[in-house]
């Protein structure tokens, strides 16, 4: 660990400052870099009302929502992961665990090739996102369902119910892929890979409520997290009502990162080491762990969505590769950090 | 209102798969006393205590403590008045020994203040105020239990300097990993414990431990009581032999007079 707990604890308001700055400013690039490069004083004319009506077009139709989604989108998939490691007691545990991800992508493959809906859509939302949306709730509520008996839920069956749905959800996708031609084929492997250009004003601000609600319902619960990590026994003996806390964190999960997927598609890889990145900076405290969670997580897909759109520009790379291109290398030069191998 | 301070239980079963783990119990801890457990491996001991604590479903025609019944209880205010220390520990994640310590106070709500000096409190009775900022990942496991035992301690520290409502304390294994001189020191922590109006309920191993500290001894043998009382007079020669299938010599220690056991 980087910084000890009652460092942590003192400056806690400045380290929470300085993470707010660097995504301050990872929005700030995001906004000025693009196709079409808008410099400070475009983005200040914007501010001000005084700008082009192409250039603020651009800002207001393009940049800002999507910069905005990419915020949410990280954040809520950061903390979806902060607290699947802590339900299953697990730094090594992740949202898809429950089957999201493979829900998810079943759903859009049956939306993609068997309704061969692509571009239409109701509500500002395509019917893919829809099918997404679809997919993973109903697989993470049989994992649910599963692994809940009338004295409660089993962590450990729902890692197995999880991993067998993930599997059958996986087999739907792939006789679907056999089936499909090589347009359909394209659009999916697209869609699985992610990307935030279905960015609009509707699904930026679903995605942040959702995200908002996420990460108040998890926060307000961060001492019964904490507790957790003690044993599920010893949870219940200090008091926390360990069902409760599961069937609450499932329910976050399923909602924010099935919304999360269904709008970007798959970008699994914030979930895993964001948290687990976090962790090793500040410690497992969930007090910390889910606000700087939430924070890195954005700064993370902000940054990867400006090169996604940057590098080989005017044509976009898929974001999720991106992420993981750029997250990967800093998550191993943290484990090569000598203070790792002493926790 | 009349309030008959002890832990009762009465006609505690428990089975699994058919197999009868405990077998109609019978027991008594009053507050301001401590009651040992003591018997072979795998005649139900730990499995009491669960009991007791709720971790398992058992039946039971009777289970109050102060006339509450434990099963009806609310967790939360349960958690305040009941604290429970188990055999293992399983936690990996790096907490530094203060925020594990901490956690015990989680069911209370008596301010910051309060509860960062009766963590301090606890660290010191429990010997490990100098690894407060050590991650509990790296302690030994002697190191650990005493961080463990703390947490519930603390758990159990009275709000205020008058309260003195019953607390109940379950121990299972308390001196597992501990050093003699931190076996001792435990003991009277516990016995400090008990005398300010807590029952304390433990599993121990150690016969001799049991004879010595506790007040009251509880013997158990393939799920079933077959003897409770006074050390002195429960723990002879023949029930210790035929319990353990031991040839064990008793003496009596030369200051409290109370059994002591030989192998």
Redesign the interface.
């Given at each position: 660990?980087l910084i000890?707990?009652?460092i942590v604890d003192k400056y806690w308001p400045f380290i929470l400052l300085v993470a707010v700055f660097i995504l301050l400013c990872a929005t700030f690039l995001s906004l000025v870099h693009g196709a079409l490069e808008i410099g400070i004083e475009d983005l200040w004319r914007w501010i001000n009302g005084t700008g082009d009506s192409a250039t603020n077009l651009v800002i207001e139709k393009l940049r800002f929502p999507r910069t905005l989604l990419a915020v949410a989108v990280g954040a809520v998939l950061a903390i979806s992961g902060a607290a699947t490691q802590g339900l299953f007691?697990n730094?090594l545990a992740d949202p898809s665990l429950v089957g999201v991800s493979a829900g998810a992508t079943a759903g859009a493959a049956i939306v993609i090739v068997l309704l061969h809906q692509a571009n239409t859509g109701i509500w500002g939302f395509t019917f893919v996102s829809l099918g997404a949306f679809a997919g993973s709730l109903a697989v993470v509520s049989f994992v649910y369902r599963l692994a809940s008996s009338r004295?409660g839920t089993r962590v450990s069956t729902m890692l197995l119910a999880g991993l067998a749905f993930t599997f059958l959800a996986g087999s739907v996708t792939g006789l679907l892929e056999f089936f499909a031609d090589n347009e359909q084929l394209r659009r999916l492997s697209l869609w699985r890979m992610g990307g935030l250009d279905a960015a609009n004003v509707l699904s930026v601000t679903l995605m942040l409520l959702v995200g908002a609600i996420c990460f108040s319902v998890l926060y307000v619960q961060k001492?019964a997290l904490?507790?957790i990590?003690?044993?599920e026994?010893?949870a219940?003996?200090?008091?926390?009502?360990v069902n409760l806390l599961k069937r609450s964190v499932i329910v976050c999960v399923a909602a924010g990162v099935g919304l999360a997927v269904a709008l970007s598609g798959t970008i699994a890889f914030i979930g895993l080491i964001i948290p687990h990145g976090v962790?090793l900076i500040v410690?497992?405290?969930h007090r910390y762990l889910l606000p700087l969670s939430a924070i890195f997580g954005a700064v993370l897909l902000v940054f990867a969505d400006t090169l996604s759109r940057t590098v080989i520009a005017p044509t976009e790379l898929p974001v999720g590769l991106v992420t993981a291109l750029i997250g990967a290398p800093v998550f191993i030069s943290l484990l090569r950090n000598k203070h790792y191998a002493?926790? | 209102m009349p309030c008959n301070k002890a832990l009762k239980i009465r006609q505690l079963s428990y089975s699994v798969s058919h197999k009868q783990l405990l077998n109609n119990i019978d027991l008594i801890a009053e507050c301001g006393q401590s009651t040992a457990i003591i018997g072979p491996n795998g005649a139900g001991k730990s499995t009491l205590l669960?009991a007791v604590?709720?971790?398992i479903?058992c039946t039971a025609s009777e289970m109050e403590f102060c006339d509450k019944n434990l099963k009806q209880w609310k967790?939360?205010?349960?958690?305040?008045s009941?604290?429970?220390l188990?055999q293992e520990?399983?936690?990996?994640?790096?907490?530094?020994c203060?925020?594990?310590v901490a956690?015990?106070r989680?069911?209370h709500s008596s301010g910051k203040l309060k509860d960062r000096a009766v963590v301090q409190a606890v660290m010191a009775l429990m010997d490990i105020t100098h690894l407060q900022?050590r991650?509990y990942?790296?302690l030994s496991g002697g190191e650990k239990q005493r961080t463990q035992l703390a947490r519930v301690f603390a758990?159990l520290w009275p709000d205020r300097e008058d309260d003195s409502s019953p607390r109940l304390l379950l121990l299972d294994e308390p001196t597992a990993y501990l050093d003699l001189g931190h076996q001792q020191q435990l003991m009277n922590v516990i016995r400090d414990f008990a005398t300010a109006n807590t029952a304390v309920l433990m599993v121990l191993h150690d016969v001799n431990l049991a004879a010595q500290y506790a007040d009251k001894v509880v013997v158990l043998n393939e799920g079933i009581r077959i003897a409770e009382g006074k050390a002195g007079e429960v723990l002879n020669e023949r029930l210790l032999s035929e319990l353990f299938a031991a040839d064990l010599k008793t003496f009596h220690h030369p200051e409290t007079n109370r059994p002591f056991v030989y192998i």
């Open positions: 660990m000890p707990p009652h007691r730094p004295s001492n904490n507790v990590l003690l044993g026994s010893e219940r003996h200090l008091g926390i009502r962790r410690g497992p405290n002493l926790q | 669960k604590s709720g971790a479903c967790v939360d205010q349960r958690a305040c009941v604290a429970v188990s520990n399983s936690l990996e994640f790096p907490f530094s203060e925020e594990v956690m015990g989680i069911p900022r991650l990942t790296q758990q």
